[in-house]
């Protein structure tokens, strides 16, 4: 990995990785293990091809689907969970624009 951007977003997905099984367990609903098997497949997708936007895009669907999720559920009785969900992909989104405008900005220097 080349940048510190790169490396938190890989730190990020791993954390959402490890939230969402941990949630799956001490719930039992199924909508964690999406999560976690979304993560997983992202963080791998991350490590082999670094593909900022795709994450960006991941990262906003997440964010709007635990926007909905909140509204709907009103209050969880497990809010640190429902909080992560919320906190790391808008974190997820921020570091992976980061990547992908200094990315541009080296691709354009090169030319």
């Known amino acids: ?4 951007n790169e490396k938190i977003i890989l730190f990020i997905l791993v954390l959402l990785v490890l939230n969402n099984s941990i949630f799956f367990i001490i719930s039992l609903y ?3 293990i999406i ?3 979304t993560a997983i ?10 593909d900022s936007r795709l994450i960006m895009i991941m990262a906003i669907i997440w964010i709007l689907i635990h ?9 969880s009785i497990y809010p640190v969970n429902i909080f992560l ?3 790391l992909p808008i974190l997820l989104f921020y570091f992976s624009l980061k990547a ?3 990315e541009k900005k080296r691709m354009g220097s090169n030319q």
């Open 67 to 75: 926007i909905i999720e909140l509204f709907k559920l009103r209050i």
């Open 100 to 102: 992908y405008l200094q």
């Open 41 to 50: 497949i992202m963080a791998i997708h991350w490590w082999k091809k670094r």
């Open 85 to 87: 969900n919320l906190l």
């Open 1 to 4: 990995m080349k940048s510190v």
């Open 35 to 37: 999560g976690f098997i």
């Open 30 to 32: 199924s909508g964690p």
